[in-house]
């Protein structure tokens, strides 16, 4: 036991020095070949994850997001009715999704699609020495490997946030039309009424967190990948897994951050 | 007696400003030593092969030339410049100078045989496309990997896979060249063309080579000097006629594969 504890508390402390060392090493390597006269990385690197990133996890992002909303207006619509307040589900969906939901299921579903396959890919090269021979060749590979894939999530999940709340919404406004008698104009501006800024902002401030946690552990455990094949497996499983509790545990952290600067 | 002062680690005096040194390399993981104030000098245009069992540091050896691994103590000078105190720029431009070739051949499994040659010169040189491809072409022609362009490294042999390796490392014209164990699991005709290939590059490009290997045919027909490492130390350092007569215990029982001996 005593043996287990500081272990316990060391390997999180050890993850978070490594992937705080892994962002500013990323930065710096990156910042060094702008200042040799180079463009920081190839365009066709980022946008070729931007778009395995991004558009690939459109379809999956919408249906969940989609099935999602549908669920808690239906659920959230039978309990209000009741007490004849089922106007009130569509702001509930809307502010749920934009503040809280759409970040939030975004992030675990881009954690265990994509940082799984950042993990999974970085590893294998890291185990078969390729990206040890990037380094010897002088060609950083974190400003190559890293960055590129870094950024990718960083700037694309907000977007999908934003294709999340629009298929929740799309999703609660069909189970209110059909079920609520609430068409989906009135739908739309209940939603208008109820949405302020400050909502938007806080689900968009969460994406960016969360892309960055995200892009950072899927990164981090890729290139410290031990153990060939075995290795490459266990470390996309504790990508997986560290990336949607850490991004669980971000989101708690803001919302009370949020709840103590505004209430 | 101090490791530099050894008879079998001496230079001859003619020899010329070495273009890589290693002074004192004194190496731990985890505690555990590795290599033991280790001295070694490479004079420009040899072809020193560096000799041991396996898990001896012969690979570690040269990944602290590269500057991927830094010494727990002494130090590693390239063309005079200490690796150790020098910044992530300039071990980058040291890099350039020096090519690797590694065990597993290392080619980034996701870009074909023409883009991994290309990649070294489009991310670090202000080379024109058309250039690129000059260069592209003639390394290699060079291994006489010329077809393979086109294809991905898991479609190639291993032998292929070593070859466009080698090619790889030549692109950025290095002045000194780094195998990890070149000729480990090729056919003895491969293991010649490769060997051959090795000698080509230092005596027509005037490169200088540090070849790790355990193969005894590969090392005494490559090198110009022979070095042995065991238990973190070079105990031997010769050219290859003296070194295959020497009386060192360590050398006489590696040379002829007995397994009575000092290495166990």
Known sequence: MNDLLPQAVAEPIRMIGGMVYLAVDTVRETLDHVFRGHIPFRPSLFFGQADRAGVGSVPLVALISFFMGLTMALLTGYQLRKFGTQNLVPGLVGIGFSRELGPLMTGIMVAARIGAAYTAE?????????????????????????????????????????????????????????????????????????????????????????????????????????????????????????????????????????????? | MNERDHPAVRQEPWAGPPIVELRGVHLEFEGKPILRHLNLRVERKQRMVIMGQSGAGKSTLLRLILGILQPSAGSILFQGRNLNHASRREVNESRIKMGMVYQSSALISSLTVRDNLALPLEELTHKRRAEIDRIVEEKLALVGMEETGPLLPNELSGGMRKRVAIARALVLEPELLLFDEPTTGLDPVLSSVIDELIISLTDKAHTTSIIVTHELSSAFHIATRIAMLFQGRIIEEDRPERFRASHNPVVEQFIEGRTEGPIH
Request: charged share 10%; glycine share 10%; net charge neutral.
């Open chain 1, 122 to 263: 970085l590893g294998t090269m890291t185990a078969s020495e390729e990206v040890e021979a990037m380094e010897a060749m002088g060609i950083g590979p974190l400003r190559f490997l890293v960055a590129p894939r870094a950024l990718a999530v960083f700037l694309l999940l907000p977007c999908l946030s934003v294709v999340s709340n629009l298929a929740a919404l799309a999703g609660g406004a069909l189970v209110c039309q059909k079920q609520f008698g609430i068409s989906y104009l009135y739908f739309a501006s209940l939603v208008m009424e109820n949405l302020i800024a400050r909502d938007i902002i806080a689900g968009v401030l969460k994406s960016f967190l969360f892309g960055l946690i995200i892009g950072l552990i899927s990164c981090y455990k890729g290139l410290t990948v031990r153990g060939g094949a075995s290795g490459v497996g266990t470390a996309t499983t504790s990508s997986v897994v560290s990336a949607i509790a850490v991004v669980i545990a971000a989101d708690t952290l803001f919302n009370i951050g949020m709840v103590m600067i505004y209430e």
